[in-house]
């Protein structure tokens, strides 16, 4: 494993198999950034490679952590009244999602999960696919708004324009709560 320029909570995000949101913990584990190589003897199973990081972290950091699981506010991505106005890929078309010459948000061969992670992305809420639509498709989402209004909402409209819906959710997080960690001691 390589991991160059990274915080303890990203390495927690990005390697260790958690997916959620890191809390707890002093500010530095959010702030200072580590060079970390490690390697093994031989080949590693991919499932097998979150214990190891973790092994590693506890080890190193002297972390302890647990898990809870938290319940939000979200919004589901659904059909609306009317079926969306996407269109199928093609088959090995790459997926694509780009800006338009005209303020549109162009999606080429993109599935419904990725829709919803864009929504999430954009307005800054978690966002599931709520659809019911498997496969990949093509659209555009029309972005262009009234001066001074924020893009976020611009993007909430143009999905619902496209005949989506974002329906309130409760969504359950995992959350991994640092209980104790030690700043490392250098090679």
Known sequence: MEALNITLSEILLSFSGFTGIVRGGPK????????????A???IAPADRGPMVMAFLEDRFKLAVHHEQKEESGLALT?????????????????????????????????MAKLANYVRDMLGVQVRDQTGMPGSYNFSLDTAGE?????????????????????PLKIT??????DHVERPTEN
């Open 28 to 39: 530095w584990a959010e702030a200072d950034r580590y060079d970390i190589s490690a390697k």
């Open 41 to 43: 003897d031989g080949e």
């Open 79 to 111: 059909t609306g009244k009317q079926l969306p106005n996407v269109k199928p890929a093609t088959e090995g078309e790459a997926a694509l999602i780009s800006p338009g010459e005209r303020g549109q948000i162009n999606f080429r061969n993109v599935n």
């Open 147 to 167: 001066p001074g209004e924020a893009f976020r909402d611009r993007v909430r409209s143009a999905v619902e324009a496209l005949g989506f819906s974002l329906q």
């Open 173 to 178: 997080r995992d959350v991994t709560i640092i």
